[in-house]
């Protein structure tokens, strides 16, 4: 069965700290997908990024970095430099192969205070 | 990017009525579309497929008589909330797929009085 958990339910920071949102995923597909979504208070999903299995390179864009180690089966989130903009809740999600639905997470409300 | 629209955002409907709540792919044909619920505070759980000329398959644990899907075309999924009750106050969203890519629409907000 696969399953994501994000062990941290609500994370509070000051402005300009840096933050990490922690995901950890279990699946038996040798292919799969990783996403994480920020979903502000209006309720609509915005897309941040998207990783298949086979490629564990991190990226980078802009203040936002994530870190994918299937050694830990961990895909992580950083915010650097954090705003009060990226007050929200994320998601991690998984989903097995092309085309099949997305599995999410429980969700790190990030409040990010001035 | 492609656009998945959902409508309506929001609706709020008397107890014992149905609701329909529309998604749609507006430039790709989606065989497949899903339907999350979430409640205040938790995550999107599944709750059904919608399969495109055949019938849904919903996750354990949820009404297909109350939650019932209409996958007729390629482009249009909806959900119907039949006889609906206060505890299906929630927020509904649908998902199509493209590829390796996952679109949602904008959600709708249930509210039932």
């Known amino acids: 069965a696969q399953k994501v958990t994000q062990a941290q339910t609500e994370i509070s920071v000051v402005e300009k700290e840096d933050v990490t949102l922690d995901c950890v995923y279990e699946t038996r597909d040798t292919t799969y997908y990783l996403f994480w979504y920020k979903q502000p208070p209006s309720g609509e999903l915005v897309f941040l990024i998207r990783?298949?299995?086979?490629?564990?390179q991190n990226e980078i864009s802009g203040r936002y970095s994530w870190n994918f180690q299937k050694s830990t089966s961990s895909f992580n989130f950083t915010i650097t430099a954090s705003q009060v903009v990226d007050s929200a809740v994320y998601f991690c999600?998984?989903?097995?192969?092309?085309?099949?639905?997305?599995?999410f997470g429980q969700g790190t409300e990030l409040s990010v205070k001035p | 990017g492609a656009v998945v629209s959902q409508h309506p955002s929001w609706v709020i409907c008397k107890s014992g009525t149905s609701v329909k709540i529309e998604c749609r792919s507006l430039?790709?044909?989606?065989?497949?579309m899903f339907w999350y619920r979430q409640f205040p505070k938790q995550s999107l759980m599944l709750m059904a497929t919608?399969?495109?000329?055949?019938?849904?398959?919903?996750e354990q644990g949820v009404e297909k008589d109350k939650f019932l899907i209409n996958h007729a075309s390629l482009t249009l999924s909806t959900l119907t909330v039949t006889s609906a009750h206060p505890e299906d106050s929630s927020f509904y969203i649908c998902?199509?797929?493209?590829?390796?890519?996952?679109?949602f629409g904008q959600g709708t907000r249930l509210t039932v009085v």
């Open positions: 430039d790709f044909q989606a065989t497949t």
């Open positions: 998902s199509a797929r493209m590829n390796t890519e996952a679109f």
């Open positions: 919608s399969n495109e000329g055949s019938k849904a398959t919903y």
């Open positions: 990783r298949n299995s086979f490629d564990e």
């Open positions: 999600a998984l989903s097995g192969g092309q085309g099949g639905k997305l599995i």
